[in-house]
């Protein structure tokens, strides 16, 4: 595995952004769900609007897994009021580690979590939340072995289809 680089995303990025978005959601999510809900998902949670007024946001921060130049992940850090729940100051949340699927395996999901704690040192925050769909055992073990445990649930909706989320924390 050549050298993988974490980098912060920009304005300027936007549009590679959209890519790695899009195409790491369908890659995990596509499976489990109808491919009207996936569509209108990605429609709707990675217009450029969107992506623009969260990169353009103090309390968000968003990072790229690079590789030879290619993009092959993405983090996304969420502090304060930004946060989707919970909206605690002493927490940072992990809204999204994604990665694309030639690259698992290799640690580049292990890269982005390690950048997020260094940031949520920085930050000071007392511990990081997350939320993970039920129906990704891959994520969930990712995150225990990484010593975060269940505390609570929420719903996550995709399209018209409600799904649970497992909300996971660790304390620093």
Known sequence: MSNIEITRVWTDDIKQLQIIGKQTFLETFSEGNSEENMKKYLEEGFAEEKLLSELQNPNAEFYFATSEGDVIGYLKLN??????????????????????KDFHGKSVGQLLYKKALEIAQMKKVSYVWLGVWEENPRAISFYKKNGFVEFDKHIFKLGDDEQTDIMMKLIL
Request: net charge negative.
């Open 79 to 100: 502090f304060g009021d930004s946060q989707t729940e919970l909206k605690d100051n002493s927490a940072l949340e992990i809204e999204r580690i994604y990665v694309l």
